[in-house]
C-alpha cells in the first residue's frame, strides 16, 4: 500500500505565493518520479511539475518561471513552490508518485489533492 498525504493548500490573492507539500510513505523502496498535477471544474486533470530520482525536471509551459518542484528522496517527499500565482492557476492539486512495476514500466499512486485558490 502507498499513501499520499498533501498540504499547504489555501486561499492566496493573485500574485502571491503557496508551497505544497507531499509525503510518500508505504511500500516504497524507490521512486521512478513524483509530481503534482492539478484540476479544475473546466479542464481535464494536467501536468503541472515533475521530478525524477535522479533530480530531472518538467513543467507545464503555462507554470515556468512561476513554480519550482524540489525533493527529497530520503523522505520520499516532494514540493511545490508556486509563485507570481495567477486566478487561473486555482485548481485541485493532485501529488503524484510513480514507482517501478518492470525494467519497463511503473505504476501511479495519487493523493486525495489539495484545494488552490487563487483570487483577483
Known amino acids: 500500500q502507498v499513501q499520499l498525504v498533501e498540504s499547504g493548500g489555501g486561499l492566496v490573492q493573485a500574485g502571491g505565493s503557496l508551497r505544497l507539500s507531499c509525503v510518500a510513505s508505504?511500500?516504497?523502496?524507490?521512486?521512478?518520479?513524483m509530481g503534482w498535477y492539478r484540476q479544475s471544474p473546466e479542464k481535464p486533470r494536467e501536468l503541472v511539475a515533475t521530478?525524477?530520482?535522479?533530480?530531472?525536471?518538467n513543467y507545464a509551459d503555462s507554470v515556468k518561471g512561476r513554480f519550482t518542484i524540489s525533493g527529497d528522496n530520503d523522505k520520499n517527499t516532494v514540493y511545490l513552490q508556486m509563485s507570481s500565482l495567477k486566478p487561473e492557476d486555482t485548481a485541485v492539486y493532485y501529488c503524484?508518485?510513480?514507482?517501478?512495476?518492470?525494467?519497463?514500466?511503473?505504476?501511479?499512486?495519487w493523493g486525495k489533492g489539495t484545494l488552490v485558490t487563487v483570487s483577483s
Open positions: 521530478i525524477t530520482r535522479d533530480g530531472s525536471t
Open positions: 508505504g511500500s516504497i523502496s524507490r521512486f521512478n518520479r
Open positions: 503524484n508518485v510513480n514507482l517501478p512495476l518492470t525494467p519497463w514500466s511503473g505504476m501511479d499512486y
